[in-house]
Every structure is written in structure tokens, then in C-alpha cells.
């Protein structure tokens, strides 16, 4: 009955919960129904188009999904993960910008050794994600380095400098280099962060973000082919990871402008949820994550 409390929590319709269980609808109401007597209260409100939570559900809500998760996890480590037989579904958060270079090189080592094994990759903030981390909707997320809590623990898998770009005929810059008064002066592209609040590399923990801040936006772009396109056809100036832009100056023609300003390296972790620590098929896939940066950076 917890576990279908929890569902009901996290869906907020009972449809929703008893599609996510494989269970039927009436068998969602009359567990909520029991639930409400031994606990003295409704738990949810009818609303429009689903179910609200009482004050008191969200209140012990945290308590019982970690106790699930703990459970879930026990059974898990007592189950041998055979990737070579496994047909598990798995689901990874990330953002565009690894879609392009880590992500295919994941899909690669993954193949090689779980030929039946599936990867379903999506695209959340980062406030989405650690909470999709903790009910173990998702398996892993890889991102930016972020601050992170108690229950959701992280690996750092590479680091990567932060360069300039521009368009390879660019006026202004016959030489390969940028002050960081150029590089205020100068129009830029962004690219955003999925939050919409500000542009990804603002997102970070970088010592340089009041810099960024102070940049000339003069567009912004969702996706990591949308920035490096916007710079092609434009005098706008765009920041990027050294290893994306590199493998894409060709392609794009484009050309890096080295600095002196933008000094620290962007992280890039793997995040898994405290509860799944001791999960042996998450295990095996946070290891296929690093087998797969390694060989994204030495593509």
C-alpha cells in the first residue's frame, strides 16, 4: 500500500499511479481508502485533472520513498546484473551539449556488452532532476557540476577548459587570440539552460560567471548545434567546451580564439541516488559512463 502512496504522490492522478505499477485503478483507490483510516486522514483532494496531497501526505511522503527506494535497493544487490542477458530499461538525465559526443559513445559501450539492454536519455533542470534522482525516476543524470545533498551522491567523470569561438573569417580577429575586453565588446550567443533563468555555462559553479554576466547577448539558442550554427552565420562570439568546439571547427568553420580570462575547467559528473549506491546494474552503468568519457575525449 505504501508503494501505491507514493505513486499517487509523485503522479498525482490515480491512472497515472496504477499504469505506473501494472496494478488496476479500483486496486490504487481502495489501498488509498485503507491508508486514509489507519492514518486519520484524506491524503489527497480531488482537484480538476487529478489528485492534490493533503499537508499531511507531503509530510510523510519523504520518509516512506526512502524507505521504498532502501527496499528496492536490498533486492537489487541480492540479484546479479548479467548485462549480457539483462533486458533492463534504463533512463539517463542529461543536456544537449552531451548528446553529441558522450551520449552516442555511451550508446556504443552499452551495445557491446548489453545488446538487449535499452537507454532512454531526456532532457530536465537541474531541481527536476535531483527530484527525479530521489523517487528514482531516472538511473543516473550527467551534467555540469552542481551542488549537490546527502542523498544523491556524484563521480566526476572529466574536466574540459572553457574557450571562445567565432567564425572563421572574422574581422576582428585575423589573429587566434581575444582580451577580455574583446570579449565584453563583442556581441554573443548563448546557450540556455533548461531553467530558462540564464545561459547553461552561467548554470555552473565557475569562479568566471559575473564575467559571463556581463556579456552582450545578442542571441540565444536551445541546443548545442543551434550555437554553433548562430556563430557561423554571424559576427557573434560564442563560449564553449575546448573538446566540443575542436571536433566541430570544420564542420561549422569556425576557429577558437585562445584567452587568458576564462581559466577554470568545466566538471562533468555522473549522479546517482544515495538509496541505489549498492544497485549493481546502476553500478555497472555508472562504469559504462566513464568508459564512455574516456573515449569521447579520445575521439
Known amino acids: 500500500m505504501l508503494a501505491i502512496f ?10 497515472k499511479a496504477a499504469k505506473r505499477l501494472g496494478i488496476t485503478q479500483p486496486s490504487v483507490s481502495q489501498s488509498i481508502s485503507k491508508l486514509r483510516d489507519i492514518y486519520n486522514d484524506p491524503l489527497f ?45 534504463f533512463k539517463i ?23 538487449n539492454v535499452t537507454i532512454l536519455v531526456d532532457n530536465h533542470s537541474t531541481k527536476e532532476t535531483k527530484d527525479m534522482l530521489r523517487r528514482s525516476s531516472i538511473d543516473l543524470s550527467i551534467e555540469g557540476s552542481s551542488e549537490t545533498e546527502p542523498s544523491i551522491h556524484s563521480h566526476r567523470i572529466y574536466d574540459d577548459e572553457l574557450v571562445v569561438v567565432c567564425r572563421k573569417n572574422h574581422p576582428a580577429f585575423p589573429a587566434s587570440l581575444i582580451s577580455e575586453s574583446e570579449f565584453l565588446e563583442h556581441q554573443h550567443v548563448t546557450l540556455s539552460s533548461i531553467s530558462g533563468n540564464h545561459s547553461f555555462f552561467e548554470s555552473l559553479r565557475l569562479s568566471s560567471v559575473q564575467l559571463l554576466q556581463k556579456r552582450k547577448v545578442k542571441r540565444q539558442v536551445a541546443s548545442y548545434w543551434g550555437l554553433l550554427s548562430s556563430v557561423q552565420d554571424s559576427d557573434n562570439l560564442a563560449i564553449f567546451t575546448r573538446k566540443m568546439a575542436a571536433d566541430n571547427l570544420d564542420v561549422f568553420n569556425l576557429k577558437i580564439l585562445d584567452n587568458n580570462f576564462l581559466e577554470q575547467k568545466v566538471e562533468v559528473c555522473v549522479y546517482w541516488s544515495k538509496a541505489r549506491n549498492l544497485d549493481s546494474s546502476v553500478a555497472w552503468l555508472r562504469e559504462k559512463v566513464k568508459a564512455a568519457a574516456i573515449n569521447a575525449l579520445s575521439a
Open 6 to 15: 507514493a505513486a499517487v504522490v509523485e503522479e498525482r492522478k490515480y491512472t
Open 45 to 89: 483532494v480531488r482537484e480538476k485533472l487529478g489528485v492534490r496531497p493533503t499537508a499531511f501526505a507531503l509530510e510523510i511522503y519523504p520518509d516512506i520513498a526512502d524507505a521504498i527506494l532502501k527496499l528496492d535497493a536490498l533486492s537489487a544487490t541480492r540479484t546479479r546484473f548479467d548485462p549480457s542477458l539483462s533486458k533492463r530499461v
Open 93 to 115: 538525465s542529461t543536456i544537449s551539449l552531451f548528446e553529441h559526443t558522450l551520449i552516442p559513445e555511451l550508446f556504443k559501450v552499452v551495445e557491446s556488452e548489453a545488446p
